[in-house]
C-alpha cells in the first residue's frame, strides 16, 4: 500500500507531497504540530493530544485549520488510507502561506498537513526489554516550552548528539542543574527510596500526554509519585530511570552519561509501570 498524505484539504500520495515556499512553517517554523500513536488501528489519547494541539494554536493566536469533528474525521482517513494498524499520524498546522514578514499576516487560512506510518512493535518490545541509554546535555531552548512548535532546532541537535555517542535520548538540563526532558520524551526516576519522580508541568516541559496518562494510570492504583524537579546527581544515583512518550511509551533506561544505572537492565517499578500504560492502551483499543 502506498503512502499518502494530507494536504491542505487533498489528499496526495507522499512522494508528490508538497507546500509552498512561503509557508510561514518553513520560513518561520511558525506552526504546531502532534503525534498520535496509532495501536490496533485506534488512535491512543486522540482527546489528549487534540485538547494540546488547541492549546498550542490558542498560545500563538494561531487560527484552527477546522473544526475539531472534522479534523477527526481526516485523521481517520489518513489512518484508512495508509492501512496502520500500528504506527504514528503525525499533524502539522501553521500560519499559512503569505509573503515572508514577520508579523502575522491577515485573513490568511492555515495550513494543514497530516502523515501516517507504520511502526514495528516487535521492534519497540525489544528494545524496552533491553532498556536503553541516555546522555545529558545543557537545554538551550527558549522559555515556552509548554508548545508543541515545530521549532525543534534544539531537540534536533540533543537528538543528534545522543545518536552520536550511541544512546537513543538525551536529557535536556537547565541552568540549575535540574533535567527538564528529553529531547522528545519526558525524564522520570525512581530514587533510592523507592519514590517515582517526575517534573511538574510550567513552561519549562511539554506536557507530554503519554506523562499524564501514566499519572492518571497510577493514581487509579494507589501508586504515589512525586511532582517535582530532580538533578543530574539525583538522576545518576537513582534506583531507576525510564522516560515516557507517544512513540515510546513507557521505556526503562539502564545507563545515563556513562553512569550504569541500578544493575543494567530495567527496573521492576519501570516494568511494571510499562504494563499498566499498556493495559490502559489496550483499554483504548
Ligand atoms: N517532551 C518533548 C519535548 C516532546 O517532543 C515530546 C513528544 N511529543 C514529549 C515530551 C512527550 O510527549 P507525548 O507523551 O505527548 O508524546
Known sequence: MSRIAYVNGQYVPHRDASVHIEDRGYQFADGVYEVVTVTGGRMIDEEGHLDRLWRSLNELRMAPPMKRAPLKMVMREVIR??????????????????????????????????????????????????????????????????????????????????????????????????????????????TKEGRIVTRPTSNSILAGITRASLIRELEKNDIEIELRSFSVEELLDAKEVFLTSSTSYVLPVVKVDDQVIGNGHPGIVSQKLRSIYENFMAGEV
Do not use: C
Request: glycine letters at 6%.
Open 81 to 190: 488510507q495508509n492501512g496502520i494498524r500500528d504506527g504514528i499520524i503525525y499533524l502539522q498546522v501553521t500560519r499559512g502561506v503569505a509573503p515572508r514578514d514577520h508579523p502575522f499576516p491577515k485573513n490568511t487560512p492555515s495550513s494543514l498537513v497530516m502523515t501516517a506510518k507504520r511502526l514495528s512493535m516487535a521492534k519497540a518490545a525489544k528494545t524496552a526489554e533491553q532498556g536503553v541509554s541516555v546522555i545529558t546535555v545543557p537545554d538551550i531552548r527558549w522559555t515556552r516550552r509548554d508548545i508543541k512548535s515545530v521549532s525543534l532546532l534544539p531537540n534536533v541537535l540533543a537528538k543528534q548528539e545522543a545518536k552520536d555517542r550511541g544512546a537513543y535520548e538525551a536529557f535536556q538540563v537547565d541552568d540549575d542543574g535540574m533535567v527538564t526532558e528529553g529531547s522528545s520524551t519526558n525524564a522520570w526516576i525512581v
